[in-house]
């Protein structure tokens, strides 16, 4: 891969900086040490012996302050010898003195421990963790130099499915989407697209499971692997700039924060759908699924050291069972009041998810000054029953109204916008072999997958405190694989048949629970000697076989995405009255992503053959609403058993020789990045600024389609592919620099002012860099992606309000966020394909139109967010154990792509204009209850275009409410019960007006409970 290194003159100047900070450290460093003393503690809570990190440690009279680490450790160097009062402080805690006796050249150790509030009692209104989780939310938040917010695991207890994405989502500005078995998959930050979203974990560049390893996806993250949550919005020159939504940081936590030597702590629960909930027939079966985790943690003294090692190894296992369960409507494109209900599908099935996740840390401290971090986490999801069936009534052609003078028509007079009725006549237009088909068909699609993801990530953190001179520096290896097949052993796959004969029916949307479908005239749905095959496409001197109407599928896509990362940061304090801090570092993040198919296969039915029905699919929605008959939905597993049969299958090998050359791709990727940023402090006013340089170098490789060799000339399917496909790669470069300033003025002493200004990018995601290559001869256009897409530039304002108090938090955000070279769809380049065998094409195509995705248009956004947390305990009696959160963003979008006209709020697609979260937490005694919901508005899934509004797709706002209750009857044990999903509230969409719904699913409730503890 073609590699951008740093130009010479700025790995110059960021070397220098590098230097002249370790020179000051060295020059001055020996000297000073004799003359001053080191403080050397820890600070710890009373309630639950962990480890506070961000109190602030400071020592008043000689104007030094410092925070704890992830550890609760701090180190104050350079402080003058004798009696020093050290003041320690830390939101909803009671502020600590001690005086310590410091002596020059030497280490004075310490260790605080701090108490609650006295407004909060632990054993009568708050778990401890509880507390702690919010005081560390808060404390982290409020110390941060820059704009974000922050939620710790503990200040939730348990979710639904420990999914991570559930934490993430009840952050202000975060609304998500959800994969097809409704567990979170991408979140998106202040109402902005999810796939601007870019995930970290410590700080670090990690890879998901999505098609280029970039989004932060979820689904496959146990939330029992992480402290606390970071949504940044405001970036730093420290922080990578690929980012124009936000960045999310997953935290772990360290052992070395435990007080106590050593601990154990489980959680052992089941998630179960009640009869009483809207479950599926599949999901009836076996309603009950575990959830598993526990955690170790110790802290050993080796060598001469104390308390300096500390390993902490967390297991999680669950298996995570969700139905497949929604409708699909098309219609009529139309503007009139009242459009056709021309097709509807009905998907039901189930997923059955493995999760599987370890989580280990050991964290080393080698000196004083030095502590070695070595992590490694491992997160895996199987898979192995992936099973839905759809049912779909269609209407295929004549796509009129039957009349005296349209006796072919396939519509019935008098339809209306939820009830319409297929006629059962022919299609006029004669199949190949003069075969008569009808117009309206039933097609019938069950399915049977399996998808395996694996997610490793090693990490090796050295961190050094010398006093003035302060150095971090990490390498990352992540590696992600993904393979979405046809079953562990190959043994299932998914099958498409479709009726022949004419057939007619009602469709009635009018109760989208009760009965859909009424059979009318025709052939039979209920009979599989409806589905026998017809040809569709006969064969042709390069497609072997003909294709007919049912067909069968094996394949396995698969994906490995490879990430290593290394960087380096150094902050040097300068010895100057007033406290200037310098840092600057290189940073290097090398990805590779490889899609590929793995010898996918495909079959067809033989003509006028009737295939068996031993083996059916369970149950399907389709059915139980609308009678209980069967349908001849053949199980694949029992497919696969019947391949060999040559009466009812044959096989395109064909396929399987093209389809290895049309869906392989590869992106290689380097981002080389450096920075210096510069933090000031001028009183109560803290000013940080500084500018980040990214180097981009992309390499993409794929196949096009070169010629079309006949099958005489060369009989062998998979030698006449490797003669008609040729190699593809292109090369892509650019750099761009990232500066930044922000402000943080400290108005009283719980009131702070932020103002941020940033920039930030978006990279082009895979499909668009190497999209599949094809050429239409017709129209002289060869479709292809396009590596040298530039990436999206975002220029971002932030202005918050903070209000802190002990009891909790309010603030008041708004921002603004303009984007340039925004990333459309293909269009015409007018680029011209040149000739001769140097083209690109290996002489083709000349004369020919490139199309490709191109950077177009801008995007201005408006957003204003609203957070509160609060203890309630100004309540009289019980009331005092209520705590309240709630958090409220509105965006208003803008954007001009091309067009003449802007498209205004509410009609950019995938941006969310409203949302809203709300929570109530108890405890009082032994006793605990929650309650919260989370509101996300409606939103265009696409740009509404001005000149085919009935073309619009939007999502409808979507509320979904959880409670739960706990108990602890014992001191180290809690029981818990959980009701998730209170409303049965599904996703819902539509087209063009609310009545045309084009999508509902329907999302049971759900119970959880178990028992979670420590000792």
């Known amino acids: 891969m073609k590699r951008t290194s740093l130009p010479p003159p700025s790995r110059a100047f960021l070397t220098a900086v590098l230097r002249l900070a370790l020179l000051a450290f060295l020059a001055g460093g020996a000297a000073y040490a004799q003359a001053t003393g080191v403080i050397s503690g820890s600070v710890v809570s009373t309630a639950t012996r962990n480890g506070l990190q961000g109190a602030t440690v400071s020592v008043p009279a000689q104007g030094r302050t410092e925070f704890t680490d992830s550890a609760g450790l701090f180190l104050l160097q350079g402080v003058r010898p004798g009696a020093v009062e050290v003041v320690v402080t830390y939101s909803a805690f009671e502020e600590r003195r001690v005086t310590v006796t410091v002596r020059g050249g030497e280490t004075a150790r310490v260790e605080v421990e701090l108490k609650p509030a006295q407004a909060i009692v632990m054993d009568r209104f708050t778990v401890a963790t509880v507390r702690e989780g919010q005081a560390l939310a808060i404390t982290e938040q409020r110390n941060a130099l820059n704009v974000k917010s922050v939620t ?37 930050i202040g109402g902005l697209p999810a796939s601007y979203t870019r995930l970290n974990i410590d700080g670090l560049s990690s890879t998901g499971v999505g098609g280029d390893g970039r989004t932060a996806t979820l689904h496959s993250f146990s939330g029992s ?53 809207k479950r599926n027939f599949a999901v009836s079966e076996r309603p009950l699924r575990p959830d598993f985790s526990a955690a170790y943690t110790e802290v050993f003294s080796v060598g001469q050291g104390v308390r300096n090692l500390g390993i902490a190894v967390t297991a999680s296992f669950q298996e995570v069972l969700n139905p497949h369960d929604w409708d699909i409507l098309l219609y009529e494109s139309t503007a009139n009041p009242v459009a056709q209900l021309r097709d509807y599908t009905r998907m039901s099935g189930l997923n059955d998810r493995f999760l599987s996740a370890v989580s280990a840390r050991a964290d080393y401290k080698l000196s004083e000054s030095t502590r070695v971090s070595l992590r490694f986490l491992y997160n895996a999801g199987s898979e192995p029953f992936f099973t839905y069936t759809a049912v779909n009534p269609w209407l295929a052609s004549n796509l009129s109204v039957n009349s005296a003078t349209n006796p072919n028509g396939g519509i019935r007079a008098g339809y ?63 590696h992600t694989h993904w393979n979405s097949g046809a079953g562990r052993r190959r043994e299932n796959g998914t099958v498409s048949m479709r009726t022949r004969d004419a057939i007619g029916f009602i469709l009635d949307y ?7 479908f009424l059979p009318t005239g025709g052939a039979s749905v209920y009979s599989a000697a409806s589905y026998t095959p017809f040809v569709t496409s ?91 008959r069967r349908l001849p939905v053949v199980d694949p597993a029992f497919i696969s058993t019947t391949l060999g049969n040559s009466a009812l299958w044959y096989e395109d090998v064909n396929f399987t020789a093209t389809s290895q050359y049309t869906n392989r791709r590869i992106l290689e990727e380097g981002v080389d990045s450096g920075y210096v940023q510069g933090t000031v402090r001028l009183g109560g006013l803290t000013i940080l600024g500084g500018v980040r340089r990214e180097w981009v170098a992309t390499d993409t490789f794929t196949y096009f389609r ?114 340039s070279d925004y990333i459309g769809s293909s269009g015409r380049s007018g680029e011209i394909i040149g000739g001769g065998s140097d083209n690109g094409f290996d002489g083709l195509y000349e004369g020919y139109e490139i199309v490709q995705p191109r950077n177009l248009g801008d995007a201005t956004y408006r957003g204003l967010e609203v957070d509160f947390r609060q203890r309630l305990s100004f309540l009289p009696g019980a009331l005092r154990g209520l705590t309240a959160r709630a958090n409220y963003t509105y965006l208003r979008t803008q954007g001009n792509f091309g067009g003449t006209t802007a498209i205004a709020n509410g009609k950019l697609g995938g941006f969310i204009p409203k949302a809203y979260n709300f929570g109530l937490l108890y405890t009082q005694g032994n006793f605990g209850a929650s309650f919260d919901v989370n509101y996300t508005g409606g939103w265009p899934v696409l740009n509404v275009s001005a000149t085919s509004p009935q073309t619009a797709r939007f999502r409808e706002p979507w509320r979904v409410m959880n409670a739960g209750v706990t108990y602890r009857f014992r001191r180290d044990t809690t029981a818990f019960l959980s009701v998730n999903n209170l409303a049965e509230e599904g996703r819902r969409e539509y087209i063009f007006d609310p009545s045309r719904v084009r999508s509902n699913w329907v999302i049971p409730r759900s119970l959880k409970f178990g028992i979670t503890g420590q000792f």
């Open 416 to 478: 209306t916008a939820t009830r319409i009725e297929m006629l059962p006549v022919n299609n006029p237009t004669l199949q190949p072999g003069g075969v008569a088909v009808g117009a309206a068909q039933m097609r019938l699609n069950p399915q049977r997958y399996s998808f395996t993801s694996k997610n490793p990530t090693g990490t090796l953190v050295f961190e050094h405190n010398w006093g003035r001179l302060r150095m971090d520096h990490a390498y990352r290896w992540s």
């Open 510 to 516: 009018t109760d989208p629970a009760g009965q859909t």
């Open 152 to 188: 710790a695991l503990d200040e939730w207890g348990v979710l639904p499915t420990q999914n991570v994405g559930e934490l993430v989502s009840r952050l202000p500005g975060i609304t998500f989407t959800t994969d097809e078995d409704n567990l979170i998959n991408n979140v998106s």
């Open 706 to 819: 070169a010629r079309t060799t006949p099958i005489a000339a060369e009989p062998d399917h998979f030698k006449r592919a490797a003669l008609d496909y040729q190699r593809l790669s292109y090369d892509g470069e650019y750099a761009k620099s990232f500066p930044s300033l922000h402000l943080a003025y400290d108005i009283t002493a719980n009131l702070k002012a932020r103002a941020s200004w940033s920039t930030s990018y978006g990279r082009a995601p895979l499909g668009s860099l190497v999209a599949a290559v094809s050429a239409n001869d017709a129209t002289r256009i060869v479709t292809m992606g396009n590596p040298d897409l530039k990436p999206q530039l975002g220029r971002n304002i932030d202005l918050k309000l903070e209000y802190y108090h002990r009891d909790g938090t309010v603030s008041v955000r708004g921002y603004r966020k303009e984007i």
């Open 538 to 628: 006969n064969g042709s001197a390069t497609q072997a076989v003909p294709q007919t109407s049912r067909v069968f599928n094996k394949r396995d896509t698969v994906t490995d995405t490879n990430e290593v990362t290394a960087n380096v940061n150094a902050a040097y304090t300068l010895a100057t009255a007033l406290p200037v801090t310098l840092k600057a570092g290189l940073e290097s993040v090398n990805r590779r992503v490889n899609n590929r198919q793995v010898f996918p296969r495909r079959w067809y039915g033989v003509v006028g053959s009737v295939l068996p029905t031993d083996g059916l699919m369970p149950l399907t929605e389709f059915e139980r609403q609308n009678g209980g």
């Open 225 to 277: 692997m992480y402290e606390q949550v970071e949504i940044i919005a405001g970036q730093t020159p420290d922080k990578r700039a690929d980012s124009l939504g936000g960045q999310l940081n997953l935290k772990t936590r360290s052992p070395l924060a435990m007080a106590e030597r050593r601990r154990f702590s489980y959680t052992a629960s089941g998630r179960y759908f009640p009869s009483w909930s």
